[in-house]
Every structure is written in C-alpha cells, then in structure tokens.
C-alpha cells in the first residue's frame, strides 16, 4: 500500500533538493526558500532532514521568508549556534523566529539565549531543556563515534517499527522516519546528532520577551516524559504553550494544518484555518 506521507514528501524533495552551505568549514544541509514576509528559521530534530517540515514550508511558501536546515556531520550545539548565526547573517534573516523540535528545540533555546540580537521570537517544540542524565540512557550511554552504525540505526528502526503493525495511528509516520533512519541520514550526520545532545552544553538564561516565547508538546509523546515538559516550560517561560493531546514526537507531520495555524500566529500572519482563543496561555490541540 502506498503512503502518502511519503510520497508527498518525496514530491517536495525532488521540486526542492536540499542546498548545501558551508559556515565555518562544516557542511550544512538546508532549504532557503521566499523573499517576502517574516522570517523563520526550522531546525529539525534526530530523525529529520530539512524536507521534514515540508508541509509548513509548502503552506508558509510565499509569505515567510524560510529557511529550514539539516546538521552536518561535525560540531555540537555550541558549534552549531555559531553557525546559525552566520547564517542568519548571511541570509539577511535578522529578527527571524527561530523554532526547533527535539534535538532542534535545544539547539534553538541555545541560539536564541545566545544571539538575541538575532532573533525575535523562540518556539521549543517537543524538547528537553536539560541533558543531566542524557549518558545514562543507550543511545547516549555508548561510545556514539565508535559503535557499529548498524547498531545505532537498528535501535530506533526497533522503536519504530511497533507502530508499523496497521493498528497505530501513527503508521505512516513511521514508515516516513524509518526512510530517515536507513539512509536519507548518512552515518557521520547520525553519530553527530546523536553526540551533540550526550555533550550539549548548560542552556544560557533566556532574554527574549515572554510574548516573543512559546513552547510545543504532545501528550503522547514517548520520548519527552511529563516531567521532562514541565521543565521546559519552567525553563522557557512561555507566553503561550500549544499543547496536543494525541500528535506524537512529531505534530508538524501528524497534525501539519495545526501546526501551520501556530507558526501563522507566531510571525504573525493572517489566514489561520485553526483559530486559537486570544490571551490563552494554553492552548490545546
């Protein structure tokens, strides 16, 4: 049977192949797409190229000025905010919104702490904002540059593959990441995303006004715990929290028109299907 988040992806990429930029001597991956409107900046988590969020780039196409990235095979997340922030430099996309899921959501709490003067506005989006015991859980426990890659992708090909039985909800997604986790993720860019959160640096206290700062959760996702969600919004602080019930680790592919209706209100755009209440410091999905 096909599946059309696959295909719809595939589509996307084919019209959009992934563009290659190199900042500070590492190789960028990454979509720089629009001239006109505010501007975004998406970075992915472990299992996403820059193509992952192609639903809202497709719906933001021509409205936002967009550019989406993929991590290199080098660095970590100190490494990577300096990149960053050339980039957005170097792109003229100064005063962006920067938003980042998982891995991505602590790259971009660290970017936007770090850089300010950069950014107008941070979305934490189904992350962590501490890595204290990161190393005492596999993956992060082994050896991540040493241990055989086949180990390392065969332990999220395991996690993913019991939603591939026709009953999860979340079928296609899974058949989607395990396409990432195969292949479309080459060996070095894996062990180095991996790495980066085993190694990731204390998060900086952040800045940016409440209003210009929102986080995203999803009820049911298996790897940010309960707990782990309340400490991002004790540590973010945010002006509004989207919060789904039933989306997984990754609501901008299993519920995209939603997570569209969030970036439209956080750079301020009009034409939301999904109207939120106005003033609510929590919003649920």
């Not at 409107?37 to 992952?52: E, F, H, N, W, Y």
């Not at 021509?62 to 300096?82: N, V």
């Not at 904002?129 to 190393?135: A, C, E, H, P, Y």
């Amino acid at each position: 049977m096909s599946n059309p988040l696959i295909k719809n992806r595939d589509r996307f990429a084919a019209s959009h192949p992934e563009q290659r930029f190199i900042v500070n001597g590492r190789n960028w991956g990454g979509l720089r797409m629009g001239d006109n409107g505010p501007a975004l900046v998406l970075i992915p988590g472990t299992l996403g190229r820059s193509d992952i969020f192609w639903q809202q780039i497709e719906a933001l196409q021509g409205r936002a000025r967009i550019l989406s990235l993929s991590y290199p095979s080098e660095g970590g997340i100190k490494e990577w905010g300096e990149d960053i922030a050339a980039l957005i430099r170097q792109h003229k996309l100064e005063g962006a919104v920067i938003l980042g899921s998982s891995l991505g959501g602590y790259t971009a709490q660290y970017v936007a702490a770090t850089y300010p003067d950069l950014v107008s506005g941070l979305v934490a989006a189904n992350t962590l904002s501490s890595t204290g015991d990161i190393q005492e859980r596999p993956p992060y426990s082994l050896d991540l540059m040493a241990v055989p890659i086949d180990q390392l992708r065969q332990g999220f090909t395991n996690g993913l593959t019991q939603w591939c039985d026709g009953v999860s909800p979340y079928q296609q997604l899974a058949e989607l990441l395990l396409l990432e986790v195969g292949g479309r993720i080459p060996e070095g860019e894996m062990r180095a995303r991996l790495n980066a959160l085993k190694i990731a640096p204390s998060l900086p206290e952040q800045s940016l006004p409440e209003n210009r700062r929102w986080t995203i959760e999803s009820e049911d996702d298996h790897l940010i715990s309960a707990d782990m969600r309340e400490e991002v919004r004790t540590v973010v602080q945010p002006g509004r929290a989207f919060i789904f019930g039933e989306a997984s680790h990754f609501p901008y592919v299993t519920r995209p028109e939603n997570y569209t209706a969030m970036l439209e209100e956080v750079l301020g755009l009009e034409g939301g299907d999904v109207p939120f209440p106005k003033g609510s410091a929590e919003v649920r999905l």
